[in-house]
C-alpha cells in the first residue's frame, strides 16, 4: 500500500534525517515506526502525506507517486494524527472532526452528520460535540484527533506518538480502543511511537530505526523479538524481550483442569462459580482469574503471584472454567519461543 | 481652581455650547469621522501586512521595528511636513494619523499570528488546508483578539491625536483647545481635553467589553 524506495532525507543544516529507506507498508496492516528520538521516524512519516519532501527517492501510495500529486489533496485523502492532538481551539468538537469533509465540500450539514457518527466510533457522548477542545481531557481530545483523522474515511492513517502525552491507564484504554476499530475498519496504518511495549501490542509489523535515518530491521513483533537482526535492535527491544514476545500469545491454546483436590491451598468461588480468593488454613490470597483472551504474560504472571502455582482460568462470564498449572504455562512459553525462532 | 472647575462645568452643560456648526455635537462627530476613517484607513493598511508577516514569517524584523518606529514618530511634525509639501487640505492630518495607527496594527497582528501553537497550524496543514485556507480558517480567527487589540489601541491613540486637525485649521475636538489657546480662554481649553480624554477612555472600556464578549469562549 505505501512503498518507500530508495528515499533520502537531508536537511538543509545538512542532518541526514533518512537515509536510503526502501519499506513496503502493506495493505491493512499496522506498521510501527519505533527508534530514539532524531532517528528519522517521524520524517519518514510526514514524507507520506508530503508534510516534509524526500531528498531522493520515490514514496508510493496505493501505486501513486506521492510528489506528483497535489499535496492538500492527498493530505485529504491521508488522516493524520499528532501528538498534541493539534485541535482547532476555536471551533467545536463537532466542527474539528467535521474539517477534512467541508474540505472536500461535502456540505456543512453532512459533514456534521458524518462528525456526530464519529463521535459515537471513538467512545464519546454525542453532548461533547458541543464542546471546545480545552473543556476536553488529553484521553478525550485524542480521540477527536483519531475521530477527526478518520472524518473522510481515508484509507491509510498517519499517528505520529498519538498517545505519548496521556498518562499510562489513558493510553492502555486508546490502544485497546485503536485495536478495535482497526478489527472494524482495517485501515492501513503507520504509527510512530518511541515506546517498545506500545510497538509490540499494536504492530502487525515494526520497523526499528537507528539514528542518523538507518533502518536497522522490520518484521512482524514475535520474530524481532524472537531473532533481533543485531545488538542494536536487542539493545533498544531491552532484556525483557524474552517476557515481552510472551505478551503476543494468548491463553487459549493452553490446557486446563479441574483444581486438584486436597491441596494446600484452595480456590473458593461465589454461589455463581466465580473465584473469590485462594484460601489455606488462616490466609487469604487474592485471585486475579484470566479469560483464553489474555496473554501468555499475563498467565505467568499470575502464577507466580498465586500461591498454589495455578492460574484460575474463567469464561466470559467471569465463571471458573479451570486451572492451570505453573508447568504448563512455562512448557508453552517456551514453546512460543521456538516458534518464534523457526518461523519466518 | 473652584472657580475654573465650576466653569468647565458650565460650558460643558450649557445647552447653547452643544449646538450649531461650532457646538460640542458637531465637532464632536467630526473628531469621530476623522478617527474612524482615519484607522480604518491603517487598517486596510495595517492588517494585510501584519498577517503576510505572520503568515509566511518573512519580514518579521520589520514587524517588531515598527512598534518603536511608531512610538518616535513626531505627529505634529509629520502634519506640518505634508501640509508643506501638499497644501492646505484634510490629507496631512490624515497621513499623520494613519502612520501613528499603523505600528500599532502590523505589531499586533504580527504577535497574534505567531501566537498560534505551531502543532495547530501543523494540524491544519495536515489535514489537507490549502496556504489560504490555513489563515484565513485557523491562523486568523486563534489571531483575532490580538488583532482586536491593535485596532483598539490604535484607535485609542488616533482619537487622542486627533486634535491636530484643529492645528492646521480644521474641526474636531481640537478646535476648542487651539482655539482656546488663541483666546487665552483656559475654561475652552480644558473642556476639549476633557471631551477628548473621556472620549477615549469610553472607546477603550467600550471596545474591551466587545472584546470580552466575543471571546468568552477562548481560554486565557
Given at each position: 500500500?505505501?512503498?518507500?524506495?530508495?528515499?533520502?532525507?537531508?536537511?538543509?543544516?545538512?542532518?541526514?534525517?533518512?537515509?536510503?529507506?526502501?519499506?513496503?507498508?502493506?495493505?491493512?496492516?499496522?506498521?510501527?515506526?519505533?527508534?530514539?528520538?532524531?532517528?528519522?521516524?517521524?520524517?519518514?512519516?510526514?514524507?507520506?502525506?508530503?508534510?516534509?519532501?524526500?531528498?531522493?527517492?520515490?514514496?508510493?501510495?496505493?501505486?501513486?507517486?506521492?510528489?506528483?500529486?497535489?499535496?492538500?489533496?492527498?493530505?485529504?485523502?491521508?488522516?493524520?494524527?499528532?501528538?498534541?492532538?493539534?485541535?482547532?481551539?476555536?471551533?467545536?468538537?463537532?466542527?474539528?472532526?467535521?474539517?477534512?469533509?467541508?474540505?472536500?465540500?461535502?456540505?456543512?450539514?453532512?459533514?456534521?452528520?458524518?462528525?456526530?457518527?464519529?463521535?459515537?466510533?471513538?467512545?464519546?457522548?454525542?453532548?461533547?460535540?458541543?464542546?471546545?477542545?480545552?473543556?476536553?481531557?488529553?484521553?478525550?481530545?485524542?480521540?477527536?484527533?483519531?475521530?477527526?483523522?478518520?472524518?473522510?474515511?481515508?484509507?491509510?492513517?498517519?499517528?505520529?506518538?498519538?498517545?505519548?502525552?496521556?498518562?499510562?491507564?489513558?493510553?492502555?484504554?486508546?490502544?485497546?480502543?485503536?485495536?478495535?476499530?482497526?478489527?472494524?475498519?482495517?485501515?492501513?496504518?503507520?504509527?510512530?511511537?518511541?515506546?517498545?511495549?506500545?510497538?509490540?501490542?499494536?504492530?502487525?509489523?515494526?520497523?526499528?530505526?537507528?539514528?542518523?535515518?538507518?533502518?536497522?530491521?522490520?518484521?512482524?513483533?514475535a520474530?524481532?523479538?524472537a531473532?533481533?537482526?543485531?545488538?542494536?535492535?536487542?539493545?533498544?527491544?531491552?532484556?525483557?524481550?524474552g517476557?515481552?514476545l510472551l505478551?503476543l500469545k494468548?491463553?487459549?491454546e493452553?490446557?486446563?483442569?479441574?483444581?486438584?483436590?486436597?491441596?494446600?491451598?484452595?480456590?473458593?468461588?461465589?454461589?455463581?462459580?466465580?473465584?473469590?480468593?485462594?484460601?489455606?488454613?488462616?490466609?487469604?490470597?487474592?485471585?486475579?482469574?484470566?479469560?483464553?483472551?489474555?496473554?501468555l504474560?499475563?498467565?505467568?504472571?499470575?502464577?507466580?503471584?498465586?500461591?498454589?502455582?495455578?492460574?484460575?482460568?474463567?469464561?466470559?462470564?467471569?465463571?471458573?472454567?479451570?486451572?492451570?498449572?505453573?508447568?504448563?504455562?512455562?512448557?508453552h512459553a517456551g514453546r512460543a519461543h521456538t516458534e518464534a525462532?523457526?518461523?519466518? | 481652581?473652584?472657580?475654573?472647575?465650576?466653569?468647565?462645568?458650565?460650558?460643558?452643560?450649557?445647552?447653547?455650547?452643544?449646538?450649531?456648526?461650532?457646538?460640542?455635537?458637531?465637532?464632536?462627530?467630526?473628531?469621530?469621522?476623522?478617527?474612524?476613517?482615519?484607522?480604518?484607513?491603517?487598517?486596510?493598511?495595517?492588517?494585510?501586512?501584519?498577517?503576510?508577516?505572520?503568515?509566511?514569517?518573512?519580514?518579521?524584523?520589520?514587524?517588531?521595528?515598527?512598534?518603536?518606529?511608531?512610538?518616535?514618530?513626531?505627529?505634529?511634525?509629520?502634519?506640518?511636513?505634508?501640509?508643506?509639501?501638499?497644501?492646505?487640505?484634510?490629507?496631512?492630518?490624515?497621513?499623520?494619523?494613519?502612520?501613528?495607527?499603523?505600528?500599532?496594527?502590523?505589531?499586533?497582528?504580527?504577535?497574534?499570528?505567531?501566537?498560534?501553537?505551531?502543532?495547530?497550524?501543523?494540524?491544519?496543514?495536515?489535514?489537507?488546508?490549502?496556504?489560504?485556507?490555513?489563515?484565513?480558517?485557523?491562523?486568523?480567527?486563534?489571531?483575532?483578539?490580538?488583532?482586536?487589540?491593535?485596532?483598539?489601541?490604535?484607535?485609542?491613540?488616533?482619537?487622542?491625536?486627533?486634535?491636530?486637525?484643529?492645528?492646521?485649521?480644521?474641526?474636531?475636538?481640537?478646535?476648542?483647545?487651539?482655539?482656546?489657546?488663541?483666546?487665552?480662554?483656559?475654561?475652552?481649553?480644558?473642556?476639549?481635553?476633557?471631551?477628548?480624554?473621556?472620549?477615549?477612555?469610553?472607546?477603550?472600556?467600550?471596545?474591551?467589553?466587545?472584546?470580552?464578549?466575543?471571546?468568552?469562549?477562548?481560554?486565557?
Open positions: 500500500m505505501i512503498q518507500f524506495d530508495a528515499v533520502h532525507k537531508r536537511f538543509p543544516n545538512g542532518t541526514t534525517a533518512v537515509h536510503d529507506l526502501t519499506l513496503d507498508m502493506p495493505e491493512g496492516g499496522v506498521t510501527v515506526l519505533v527508534g530514539s528520538s532524531g532517528c528519522g521516524k517521524t520524517t519518514t512519516l510526514r514524507m507520506i502525506n508530503r508534510m516534509v519532501e524526500p531528498t531522493s527517492g520515490t514514496i508510493k501510495v496505493g501505486g501513486k507517486d506521492v510528489t506528483r500529486q497535489d499535496a492538500a489533496e492527498l493530505r485529504r485523502s491521508i488522516g493524520y494524527v499528532i501528538q498534541q492532538s493539534g485541535l482547532f481551539p476555536h471551533r467545536t468538537v463537532l466542527d474539528n472532526i467535521a474539517t477534512v469533509p467541508l474540505l472536500l465540500g461535502h456540505g456543512r450539514k453532512r459533514a456534521r452528520a458524518r462528525a456526530a457518527e464519529l463521535l459515537e466510533t471513538v467512545g464519546l457522548t454525542a453532548e461533547s460535540g458541543k464542546r471546545y477542545p480545552h473543556q476536553l481531557s488529553g484521553g478525550q481530545q485524542q480521540r477527536v484527533g483519531v475521530a477527526r483523522a478518520l472524518a473522510a474515511d481515508p484509507p491509510v492513517l498517519l499517528m505520529d506518538e498519538p498517545f505519548g502525552a496521556v498518562d499510562p491507564v489513558v493510553r492502555t484504554q486508546l490502544q485497546d480502543e485503536l485495536l478495535r476499530l482497526q478489527k472494524e475498519l482495517n485501515k492501513t496504518i503507520v504509527f510512530v511511537t518511541h515506546d517498545v511495549d506500545e510497538a509490540v501490542r499494536l504492530g502487525d509489523r515494526i520497523a526499528i530505526f537507528r539514528t542518523g535515518g538507518h533502518l536497522v530491521q522490520c518484521a512482524p513483533p520474530e524481532l523479538l531473532r533481533p537482526a543485531d545488538d542494536f535492535v536487542a539493545d533498544f527491544l531491552g532484556a525483557e524481550r517476557l515481552k505478551s494468548t491463553l487459549a493452553v490446557p486446563q483442569g479441574p483444581a486438584p483436590e486436597g491441596a494446600a491451598w484452595s480456590l473458593v468461588c461465589d454461589a455463581a462459580g466465580r473465584p473469590l480468593h485462594w484460601a489455606a488454613d488462616d490466609a487469604e490470597v487474592p485471585v486475579r482469574p484470566l479469560k483464553d483472551g489474555d496473554s504474560l499475563a498467565a505467568l504472571d499470575e502464577s507466580v503471584a498465586s500461591p498454589a502455582g495455578l492460574v484460575a482460568r474463567v469464561d466470559a462470564d467471569g465463571v471458573l472454567t479451570g486451572v492451570t498449572s505453573r508447568n504448563d504455562i512455562h512448557r525462532r523457526v518461523a519466518a | 481652581m473652584y472657580e475654573l472647575i465650576k466653569n468647565l462645568g458650565t460650558w460643558l452643560t450649557s445647552g447653547s455650547q452643544w449646538t450649531g456648526t461650532d457646538g460640542i455635537a458637531h465637532r464632536l462627530a467630526e473628531h469621530l469621522q476623522y478617527s474612524l476613517l482615519a484607522t480604518l484607513v491603517a487598517a486596510a493598511i495595517g492588517l494585510p501586512l501584519g498577517l503576510l508577516i505572520g503568515h509566511t514569517g518573512k519580514g518579521a524584523f520589520l514587524a517588531i521595528n515598527l512598534a518603536s518606529f511608531g512610538r518616535a514618530l513626531p505627529t505634529v511634525g509629520l502634519v506640518v511636513l505634508v501640509f508643506l509639501a501638499g497644501g492646505l487640505s484634510m490629507l496631512p492630518v490624515y497621513v499623520a494619523l494613519v502612520a501613528l495607527a499603523v505600528p500599532a496594527i502590523v505589531t499586533n497582528t504580527y504577535a497574534g499570528m505567531t501566537a498560534v501553537d505551531p502543532d495547530v497550524r501543523d494540524a491544519a496543514r495536515g489535514q489537507g488546508m490549502r496556504g489560504h485556507q490555513v489563515l484565513f480558517q485557523v491562523e486568523l480567527p486563534l489571531a483575532l483578539p490580538l488583532i482586536m487589540t491593535g485596532l483598539r489601541l490604535a484607535l485609542i491613540q488616533v482619537v487622542a491625536t486627533a486634535t491636530i486637525a484643529a492645528y492646521v485649521s480644521f474641526g474636531g475636538l481640537g478646535r476648542y483647545v487651539f482655539d482656546g489657546l488663541a483666546q487665552r480662554d483656559l475654561v475652552q481649553v480644558l473642556g476639549g481635553a476633557v471631551l477628548v480624554a473621556v472620549i477615549a477612555v469610553a472607546l477603550d472600556l467600550l471596545l474591551s467589553a466587545l472584546q470580552r464578549f466575543l471571546f468568552r469562549h477562548r481560554t486565557a
